[in-house]
């Protein structure tokens, strides 16, 4: 696992991007994985920047995103297939038919889950899976619980996952209740992740994903600990907690290691 810290949004964006278009330009039919939500939109921009550069060429890129909200029109502005297109798609020359959104009215969910993740690995796997977390902890739409699930699948989302994105709907009573997601199985097979956390509210979950180097269903983020080609990037506010706790880990290690020399480090 690579940790890196950037100072701020804006430069957690730009090695995001910088890392996706190495990828891309390494392999001929590259499969990218793709999140929604605040965290990757600056992303989003880089890339599309990168591609008017001509530093970035999406034809043969094939793209498979992590969710979508069940039962809301595709058209409408809170779906993420309406996301994907207004924020990425409709800038890039990705083609159409390399496009994998799920959908989000379809009568029979349980097979559409099951034609993904086949469709997935017809595709040979994810080459790169962008995610970003909940304030829970939450991965795509895989929400705290007991267990947690491999397949792409159905889920009720969670009580603050609902509080979270009903900033969106100005109708509670219209919000979408479920969603359909990958399952972590389906995201652990991608060869490579790139988590993004930024801003002072991520700060509590992320710490509490890497504090005791253990997987706990309660942050299923932490499932991805186990991933041998996991890049976490946060920004210094997303970091700070993570790297005070550090800080004072290493603190209470070398004053057990050298007792007369007990010191106070600055936490700062
Ligand atoms: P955000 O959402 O990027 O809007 O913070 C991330 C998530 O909930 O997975």
């Known amino acids: 696992m690579e940790i ?8 957690v964006s730009k090695i995001a991007a910088s890392q996706i278009i190495k990828e891309i330009n390494k392999k001929k039919c590259f499969v990218l994985g793709l999140a929604t939500g605040d ?7 880089e890339l599309i920047k990168a591609y008017k550069n001509g530093k970035v060429d999406f034809k043969d890129v094939k793209t498979f995103n ?21 924020n990425l798609f409709d800038h890039i020359n990705i083609k159409s038919e390399n496009i994998h959104l799920l959908s989000s009215d379809s009568k029979d969910f349980r097979n559409t889950a099951i034609k993904y993740d086949k469709l997935i690995n017809e595709n040979n796997g994810i080459d790169l899976q962008i995610l970003g977390i909940g304030i829970n902890g939450h991965i795509g739409f895989n929400e705290p619980d007991n ?8 889920t009720d989302l969670a009580q603050k996952t609902l509080e979270q994105n009903s900033k969106f709907f100005p109708d509670i009573y219209k919000m979408p209740k479920q969603a359909i997601t990958m399952g972590l199985g389906t995201i652990m097979r991608a060869k490579k ?13 992320i710490a509490k994903c890497l504090r005791n180097n253990e997987i706990n269903t309660d942050i299923p983020a932490s499932t991805l600990l186990l991933h041998n080609n996991l890049t976490i990037l946060l920004d210094e506010e997303a970091a700070s ?28």
């Open 4 to 11: 890196i810290i950037a100072k701020n949004q804006e430069e």
């Open 39 to 45: 965290t990757p939109l600056d992303t989003y921009k």
């Open 241 to 268: 907690i993570y790297l005070k706790e550090k800080k004072m880990k290493e603190n209470e290690n070398f004053n057990k290691k050298y007792p007369n020399y007990k010191r106070e480090f600055n936490t700062a």
């Open 66 to 86: 992590l969710d979508e909200y069940l039962n809301i029109g595709k058209n409408d502005v809170n779906s993420y297939n309406y996301y994907m297109h207004h």
């Open 147 to 154: 267990k947690l699930l491999l397949d792409t699948h159905i």
């Open 193 to 205: 992740i790139l988590l993004l956390v930024t801003g002072e509210r991520k700060a509590p979950v």
